[in-house]
């Protein structure tokens, strides 16, 4: 085999692992929509308790100032 065809036969298999590796990568990212949904359900709970936290130490710091 000569260097040139070996060179072709490393530029094939490159493009064959690139073009497996951006399949796979798109399988995994079908569901994008769903799971960003997920995270902002998650991120606005989180900050509704946060806040519902913070609501309770302000109104039980001036009850005792009171």
């Known amino acids: 085999m000569t ?3 070996k060179k072709k036969l490393r530029l094939i ?3 064959i ?3 497996e590796k951006q399949l ?5 990212n079908l569901h994008w929509i769903k799971i ?3 995270k ?3 991120k606005r ?3 509704i308790r946060l806040w519902k936290q913070q609501r ?4 039980r710091k001036y009850q005792w100032v009171a």
Request: aromatic share 12%; net charge positive; hydrophobic share 40%.
């Open 24 to 28: 796979r990568l798109y399988l995994l």
């Open 13 to 15: 298999a490159k493009r």
């Open 40 to 42: 902002l359900r998650r």
């Open 3 to 5: 260097l040139f065809q």
């Open 56 to 59: 309770l130490n302000t109104i």
């Open 17 to 19: 692992i690139r073009n």
């Open 36 to 38: 960003k949904k997920q």
């Open 45 to 47: 709970r989180t900050f």
